[in-house]
C-alpha cells in the first residue's frame, strides 16, 4: 500500500516556521517511505480565510523545496483539494450519517450554547452539549424554522467509552468521554462543514495513511475517530508534532513580532531555502550522530517518525542564522546575483554588469548571515567617494599613514594597468619608499580608499572599484 501524506493549511494568514515544519515532515516521511505528499487547502471557516493565502502558501512551500505529487494547482485523481470545492461530497456524507440517525439539526441559539456551558463551568463541570435538540418533534422543528433559525448539523457522539489511538510520536493516547463536549457540529448554520468533519472525509477519501500535524490538534483527534468509526472507515495513524518554543520557554507567539516567524520573511531577508529546510528538519527531529548539515535527500533517506522528539522544541533564531551562513560560503557567487539584484536600488546599479556585481558579492559572501546585509556592508562600492568613519579619519590624520597614501597615490597614477599583477608591485614600492609593511602599509590605503578598516580582501576590492575611481578617492583624502 502507498504511503500517503498531506499538509491541510488553512489559508487564513502566512505560512509560520511551525506551519511550514509541519509540511516539512510530512513531505520527508512520505518520500522517505516512497509514498505521495499531498497539498490540500482547508477553507471551511469562511470569516477567517484571507484572500490569496492559499497561493502564498503554496509559493512559499515551492521556494522552500518541497514538492507536492497533488494539490490544488497540480490537480490528481483525489481532487478537488479545496474544501470548499468539495461540498457537496460533504454534503452526502452528512446524509449518510443522517440516515444512520447520527446526524441531526440543532437550532439552539449561540446564546443559548453559550447559557449552556457557563452554567456548567459554575458548577465546575467539563462542559458539554446537553443534547436538547437530539429529538426534536416536527412541530419543535416547524417554530425554530419559523423564528427564522438556522440549524446547524450535529454529530450524535453517543459514546461513554474512553478514546484511545496510538499516537506515531507521543505512544499511546487516552481521552475520557465526558472530555469531547458531547455531540459535536459538523456543519455549521451557512451550511459549511466544520474542520473536523471536512478534514476526516477529505482524509480518507483521499486514502491518507498518516496525519502528522500539530500538537494543537490532539483534542479533535478523538472527535474524527468518532467519525471514522460511525461512517464505518479504518482510520488513519495519527502523530503530533510538539510545539516551537520560543526563548522564553513557551509557546511561540505568532504575534510576537521580536522573532521573525514566517517564511516569507526569511525568503526576504536574503536567507537561502536550503538553509531553511535544513534547520527546521531538525526543528524537534534528530538523526542521531553530530552530523548538522543535510541536503534534501540526505534527509529525506534518514526521517524517520520514531526520532521526532516528544518535547517542544526551541526555536532558535541564532542557529538558523548560523546555518544560512554556511549555505550563502558554499553558494556561487553568480546563483547569488539574482536574489541579490532585488535587494539593490535602481542607482546602485546603474551601469554595472553582471560580473561586476558578481564579484562584489563573492567579496562580501563569507562575511554574512543574510542577503539584505549585503547592501549596506558593501555600500562604499556604490558612491563616488565614501565618508570616513572615526577609525579612518583618526589613521589618517598620522603622519606615517598619510606618506603612505601619498606614496600610493603616486604608484596607482602611473601603473598603466590595473589588474591583481600590476596592483602586488606597486605595494611593495610603496613598502620600501615608506619602510611600512603589514598594517601599516595596508590600513591607511584601506582607510583612503574604502574609508573604513574593516572590509573585504584589498586587492580585489582595488580592482574592482577600478583604477580612476581609487585614484579619485586618494586625491580627495591627500586634499
Ligand atoms: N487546517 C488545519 C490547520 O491549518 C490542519 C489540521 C490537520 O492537519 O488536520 O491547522
Not at 352 to 361: A, K, M, Q, Y
Request: charged share 25%; with cysteine; proline share 4%.
Amino acid at each position: 500500500m502507498t504511503v500517503r501524506l498531506r499538509y491541510a493549511p488553512s489559508p487564513t494568514g502566512h505560512l509560520h516556521i511551525g506551519g511550514a515544519r509541519t509540511a516539512l515532515f510530512n513531505y520527508l516521511y512520505a518520500k522517505h517511505m516512497g509514498g505521495d505528499f499531498i497539498l490540500r487547502i482547508e477553507d471551511t471557516d469562511l470569516e477567517r480565510n484571507i484572500d490569496r493565502a492559499a497561493d502564498e502558501f503554496a509559493k512559499n512551500l515551492g521556494w522552500l523545496g518541497i514538492v507536492w505529487d497533488e494539490g490544488p494547482d497540480v490537480g490528481g485523481k483525489f481532487g478537488p483539494y479545496i474544501s470548499t470545492e468539495r461540498l457537496s461530497i460533504y454534503e452526502h456524507y452528512v446524509e449518510v450519517l443522517k440516515e444512520k440517525g447520527l446526524a441531526y439539526h440543532c437550532y439552539c441559539s449561540e446564546e443559548e450554547i453559550a447559557a449552556e456551558r457557563d452554567a456548567a463551568m459554575a458548577k465546575g463541570e467539563v462542559p458539554r452539549y446537553s443534547g436538547h435538540c437530539r429529538h426534536l418533534t416536527a412541530t419543535q422543528i416547524s417554530e425554530y424554522e419559523a423564528m427564522g433559525r438556522k440549524p446547524v448539523v450535529r454529530f450524535l457522539a453517543a459514546n461513554d467509552q474512553e478514546l484511545r489511538f496510538h499516537d506515531l510520536i507521543r505512544g499511546e493516547l487516552v481521552f475520557e468521554p465526558s472530555g469531547l463536549g458531547g455531540d459535536f457540529v459538523i456543519v455549521k448554520s451557512n451550511g459549511i462543514p466544520t474542520y473536523n468533519f471536512a478534514c476526516t472525509i477529505d482524509d480518507h477519501l483521499m486514502e491518507i495513511t498518516h496525519v502528522v500535524r500539530g500538537e494543537e490538534h490532539i483534542s479533535n483527534t478523538p472527535r474524527q475517530l468518532l467519525l471514522y468509526q460511525a461512517l464505518g472507515w479504518e482510520p488513519p495513524h495519527f502523530g503530533h508534532v510538539s510545539l516551537i518554543l520560543g526563548p522564553n520557554g513557551k509557546k511561540l507567539s505568532k504575534r510576537d513580532e521580536s522573532i521573525v516567524q514566517f517564511v516569507e520573511q526569511y525568503r526576504d531577508m536574503g536567507y537561502l531555502p536550503e538553509a531553511l529546510f535544513n534547520y527546521l528538519a531538525l526543528l524537534g527531529w534528530s538523526p542521531g550522530g553530530e552530523q548538522e548539515f543535510f541536503n534534501k535527500d540526505e534527509l529525506i533517506a534518514a526521517f524517520t517518525l520514531d526520532r521526532v522528539h516528544k518535547s517542544g522544541a526551541f526555536f532558535d533564531a541564532a542557529r538558523l542564522s548560523w546555518m544560512n551562513s554556511h549555505y550563502l560560503k558554499q553558494q556561487d557567487a553568480a546563483n547569488l546575483l539574482p536574489l541579490v539584484q532585488p535587494l539593490l536600488t535602481d542607482d546602485q546599479v546603474q551601469g554595472l554588469s553582471n560580473e561586476w556585481l558578481t564579484e562584489w558579492i563573492s567579496l562580501y559572501q563569507e562575511k554574512i548571515s543574510q542577503l539584505d546585509e549585503l547592501p549596506q556592508m558593501g555600500a562604499s562600492f556604490f558612491v563616488e567617494i565614501p565618508k570616513l568613519d572615526e577609525e579612518a579619519n583618526s589613521m589618517l590624520n598620522q603622519e606615517t599613514a598619510q606618506q603612505v597614501v601619498k606614496s600610493f597615490h603616486e604608484q596607482v597614477k602611473n601603473t598603466a594597468l590595473w589588474t591583481e599583477e600590476h596592483i602586488k608591485p606597486i605595494f611593495k614600492t610603496v613598502q620600501s619608499e615608506t619602510g611600512k609593511k603589514g598594517k601599516d602599509l595596508f590600513m591607511p590605503i584601506r582607510a583612503a580608499v574604502m574609508g573604513s578598516l574593516h572590509g573585504p580582501d584589498l586587492h580585489r576590492s582595488l580592482i574592482l572599484l577600478g583604477q580612476a575611481r581609487v585614484l579619485t578617492r586618494l586625491e580627495s583624502v591627500i586634499k
